[in-house]
């Protein structure tokens, strides 16, 4: 194919793209849960995996939820054997790559649950990306004390 015909080719299917707008174009977000915390937590965590499947870099903005006050976005770091949490600006999530949030590392700080969380329970988080879309999206919560 030559290659003016392959920059129009490409062309079209990203006008086409604008058109037809889909949830699912830009981030793909899997496995989303919030690890139950014993009764009266001042905080949970959540988690999940965010892929980019567009060719531009993005980023995770904020997260939102009438099931919290407050949510921050943090990142866990070991320093000399000791744990420590710090709050993140954003999130990247490079072109084509998956970022994970995990116990241990990235998650979501949920502060003051409206209501007790516990196993089975669902909670809605509203994350907003940097191309200025905004996703509506079912965590689930999980007691992973049984599954050690
Ligand atoms: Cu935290």
């Known amino acids: 194919m030559n290659r003016a015909l392959a920059a129009a080719l490409a062309a079209l299917a990203l006008l086409l793209a604008g058109c037809a707008p889909s949830p ?53 770091l070991h320093d000399d054997g000791r744990m420590r949490m710090v709050e993140v600006d954003h999130v990247p ?12 590392g990235l998650h979501l700080m949920l502060f003051a649950p409206r209501a007790p969380l516990q196993d089975g329970d669902a909670v809605m988080i509203e994350l907003t990306f940097s191309d200025g879309t905004a996703r509506d999206l079912r965590f689930e919560v999980r007691d992973v004390r049984d599954r050690r």
Not at 28 to 53: C, S
């Open 24 to 76: 699912d174009d830009g981030v793909l977000i899997e496995d989303a849960w919030v690890r139950e915390a014993p009764p009266g937590a001042r905080a949970l965590a959540g988690y999940l995996q965010l892929r980019n499947r567009s060719d531009a870099p993005l980023a995770l903005l904020f997260a939102n939820s009438d099931a919290f006050d407050r949510i921050e976005l943090h990142q866990t």
């Open 93 to 104: 999530l490079p072109p084509g790559e998956t970022v994970v949030f995990a116990p241990g």
